[in-house]
C-alpha cells in the first residue's frame, strides 16, 4: 500500500505546522543524535528516501555533498522543497519510495528520516538501497520505534486525571499493518520489530554501524517540559549500516 497522506490538505496543514516543518532539522527530536552518524558528506552523492520539505537534502550541500536527490511521495511536499531550494545540484524526484530504481553503485549515503514505518516491506527496501550505494557506502535512517508501533493505539495509559502512567506494549511479535492516528487523521503504518530491521539489512549484505534510541537533548528538555516523559520509552530508533568493500 502506497500512502500519501501529506497530499491531503487538511494533513498537509497540520504537518506545516509541526516544530519539525517550521524550525527545521534543529526542532527534531532525534538530529542531535542522528547528525554525528553522518559520515564526511563532501564531494558525496547524496540519496534522501522521503525527503519531505528537503532538509536533509540542503544540510548535505552545506556541508559540500558533490550532488543529492530528495525522493518523496507528496507533490505538495516538494513543491515546498523546491521552494526553499535555490542549488542546481539538488534533485527532487516525485515517486513512492517502493519505486525506486537508480543506477547501479549511483550513490556514496543513502539517509531516510521517519519513513520506513510507513513503507510494507523494508526487506526490498535494503535490497533496493544495496544496488544503488558503492562499496563502502552509508546507509542512515530513523524509525519509529518497534515499541511505539506495536499498538494500533499509540499513545499512554492515563488515569482518570490525564496523568500518563505508562507506555503499553503488546502484539510486538506480530508484524504487519497497524492503523493508528497522526495529526488527527487515521494513517496506515507498519510494525516489525526491532531484529526485523537488524535482520534485514544483514541479509541484504551491509555491515551494521550503530543503533540508536535516542533521548531528547538537554536543550530540549528545558524548552519543554512534557518531554521528559521522551525518556521513559524510545520513540525513535536509528541505524547506521554500510555496504561492505567487497561487496558487487
Known sequence: MK???Y???????????MPRSLKGLEAAGEWHILRPLLPELR????LDLGCGFGWHCRFAREQKASSVVGVDISEK???KARNETDDPAISYVQMPIEDIEFSKSQFDIVISSLVFHYIESFEVICK?????????????????????????EQNWYVDDQ??????????????????TAFLGEEVIKYHRTIS???NDLIEAGFALKAVKEPVPSDEMLKQDSMMKDENRRPMFVIISAEKERDSS
Open 128 to 152: 533496493k538501497v544495496h544496488r544503488f550505494l558503492r562499496p563502502g557506502g552509508s546507509f542512515i535512517f530513523s524509525v519509529e520505534h518497534p515499541i511505539f508501533t506495536s499498538r494500533n
Open 3 to 5: 500512502q500519501n497522506k
Open 196 to 198: 526485523t530491521y537488524i
Open 7 to 17: 497530499d491531503e490538505p487538511k494533513f498537509f496543514s497540520a504537518y506545516k505546522q
Open 77 to 79: 511536499m516538494l513543491q
Open 43 to 46: 564531494n558525496k552523492s547524496v
Open 162 to 179: 490525564g496523568n500518563r502512567l505508562h507506555w503499553p506494549v503488546d502484539h510486538y511479535q506480530s508484524e504487519g499493518l497497524r492503523e
